[in-house]
C-alpha cells in the first residue's frame, strides 16, 4: 500500500478507569437483578408450565407413530418421568446456566485455540492483538467453574441418561433402553464428572504455559521461548482436537441422548472459532475508540473481518451437511432431532438462527470496505454474536426445557450478567501487562501488515 514502515513500537499500558469499571459492573449487576426476577417469575407459573410441557412430552411420543422404535417409546416414557421429578422452571434455570457457561467458555478457549494457531503456523499478523487472546483466555478457570456447577449440581435438571445410568437395568427390565444401553461405555458419571474437568484444567495448564513463555520472552527477549510456544502449540493443537471432541460431545450432545451427529464436535468449533474472533474483533474496536492500540492498522482489523466471513461460511457449510444428510435419510432417531427444532414453539427461533448465522453476516462482510468500517463491522459482530446464542439455545432447549414460548428476562438477565463478568474479568487481564508483545519476533510484521489490496 505503500505506506510508511515502522521500525519500533513503543510499551503501551491499558488503564481499566472507575468509569469503564462501573460501567461493565452496573451491566453485570442489572443482569443479576434481571436473572432474580426471572427466576421469581418462572417459579411463580412452574404448575401450569410443567402441566403443558407433560401433556406435549405424551402428544410428541403418539405422534412417532409406526416409525418409532421400541427405544424411541422407552425414551419417551423416560423423558415424561424425569420432567415429572424436575418442575420446568428448575430446568429452565439450569438450561439458560449451562447455555451461557458454555458460550463464554468457548471464546476462552476459542481465543487460545487462535493464540496457538498463529504461533503454530508461525503466523505474524495477529502479532498486535496477542495480549487480547491472553486476557481472553484467562476467563478458562471461570469457565471450569461453571462448567463443573452444571456437572455436579445441575446435572439432573438436564442429562437424562444420569439417571438411567444410575439404574443399572438389563436387558428385559422394564424401562431397559437398547440405544442408551450402547452408549454407556461413554456416557457415564467417569466421563462427565472427571473427564470434562480435566479437559478444560489441562487447556489451562497449557495456557499458564504459554503465557509464561511470552512473559519471560517480554523479560529477556530472544528467540528461545517463542520456539519453545511453537512447540508447546502444537501440541496443544492436537490435544484440543481430540478434548473438545469429548467435552462438545459430554456436555452438549448428550442433551439429546438417543440423538448423534458425526459432525457435532465440529459443529461446535465452527460456532467457537467465529465468535471469537468477533470479540476479539470488539474488544480491539474498542480499545481504539479510548485511544489505545494505534499500532493496530485498518490491515489488521480488514483481516479479522475476513476471518470472521470466512467462518460464518464455514458454519452454514457445516450447518447444512448436519441438515441436509439427516432430512435425506429421514431415519427417526437422527431426524427426531430437527423435528423437535421445526415444532410451532422453535420454528421460528430455527429460521431466524440461520438467517443471523449465515446470510447477514455474508452479506454485511462481503464488500471490502465493509471490514475497514468500524460501525459496520460493529453491526456485523453483535448479529453474529446474538445469532450463535441463538444457536446454542436451540442446541439446548428442545432437549430439556422443550418449549421455546417462555423467553424473557431470565435469558436476557443471565446473558448480561455473564457478559458484564467476562467483560469486566477480560478488561482487567488486560490493565495487568503492556498491550504489545515487544520483544515478539514477528510483531513489525503485524505493525506494517498489509493484505495487498
Known amino acids: 500500500m505503500g505506506h510508511h514502515y515502522i521500525t519500533e513500537v513503543k510499551n503501551e499500558k491499558f488503564v481499566f478507569t472507575k468509569r469503564s469499571r462501573m460501567i461493565v459492573g452496573g451491566v453485570f449487576i442489572l443482569g443479576l437483578l434481571l436473572t432474580f426476577l426471572g427466576m421469581n417469575q418462572v417459579n411463580s407459573t412452574d404448575s401450569e408450565a410443567g402441566h403443558n410441557e407433560t401433556a406435549m412430552v405424551v402428544n410428541t411420543g403418539q405422534d412417532h407413530g409406526e416409525g418409532a422404535t421400541h427405544s424411541d417409546a422407552g425414551a419417551e416414557t423416560h423423558a415424561e418421568e424425569h420432567h415429572a421429578e424436575h418442575s420446568t422452571g428448575s430446568v429452565r434455570i439450569w438450561a439458560n446456566f449451562l447455555l451461557n457457561s458454555y458460550y463464554f467458555l468457548l471464546f476462552a478457549v476459542g481465543a487460545l485455540f487462535f493464540m496457538a494457531v498463529n504461533y503454530a503456523a508461525n503466523a505474524g499478523w495477529a502479532t498486535l492483538l496477542k495480549r487480547i487472546m491472553e486476557a481472553m483466555s484467562s476467563y478458562l478457570p471461570i469457565g471450569l467453574i461453571t462448567i463443573a456447577i452444571v456437572l455436579y449440581v445441575g446435572r439432573d435438571h438436564l442429562y437424562h441418561w444420569i439417571e438411567y445410568v444410575g439404574l443399572g437395568l438389563q436387558e428385559g427390565d422394564a424401562g431397559f433402553d437398547k440405544i442408551l444401553e450402547s452408549k454407556t461405555w461413554f456416557l457415564n458419571k467417569g466421563w462427565f464428572l472427571y473427564g470434562v474437568p480435566i479437559i478444560i484444567a489441562v487447556w489451562w495448564l497449557f495456557r499458564f504455559i504459554l503465557v509464561r513463555f511470552s512473559n519471560k520472552e517480554d523479560a529477556e527477549g530472544g528467540l528461545t521461548f517463542h520456539k519453545k510456544s511453537v512447540g508447546y502449540s502444537a501440541g496443544f493443537l492436537v490435544f484440543f482436537a481430540f478434548s473438545f471432541s469429548i467435552l462438545s460431545w459430554l456436555v452438549m450432545m448428550s442433551l439429546d441422548p438417543h440423538w448423534y451427529s458425526t459432525i457435532y464436535s465440529v459443529y461446535n468449533f465452527a460456532i467457537a472459532f467465529v465468535t471469537t474472533l468477533t470479540v476479539i474483533g ?134 448480561m450478567a455473564f457478559a458484564g463478568f467476562f467483560i469486566y474479568w477480560v478488561l482487567h487481564a488486560l490493565s495487568k501487562k503492556n498491550l504489545y508483545p515487544v520483544n515478539h519476533p514477528y510483531l513489525l510484521e503485524s505493525v506494517n501488515h498489509d493484505v495487498g489490496v
Not at 480491539?284 to 489505545?292: A, D, I, M, N, P
Not at 441438515?323 to 420454528?347: C, D, G
Not at 459496520?376 to 421455546?404: F, N, R, S
Open 282 to 415: 470488539f474488544f480491539t474496536l474498542w480499545l481504539k475508540s479510548k485511544g489505545y492500540m494505534e499500532m493496530v492498522s485498518d490491515e489488521v482489523i480488514h483481516d479479522v473481518g475476513k476471518f470472521m466471513f470466512a467462518f460464518s461460511i464455514f458454519w452454514a457449510y457445516i450447518w447444512v451437511a448436519q441438515f441436509l444428510l439427516i432430512w435425506y435419510a429421514n431415519i427417526p432417531e437422527e431426524s427426531i432431532y430437527f423435528v423437535q427444532r421445526t415444532t410451532p414453539h422453535f420454528k421460528p427461533l430455527f429460521r431466524t438462527n440461520i438467517i443471523m448465522c449465515f446470510f447477514l453476516p455474508f452479506l454485511i462482510l462481503m464488500m471490502r470496505n465493509a471490514k475497514r468500517n468500524p460501525k459496520v463491522m460493529l453491526i456485523a459482530g453483535a448479529i453474529i454474536l446474538c445469532g450463535h446464542w441463538l444457536d446454542l439455545y436451540l442446541m439446548i432447549m428442545p432437549g430439556t426445557v422443550k418449549d421455546a414460548s417462555g423467553f424473557g428476562m431470565l435469558e436476557i438477565g443471565m446473558t
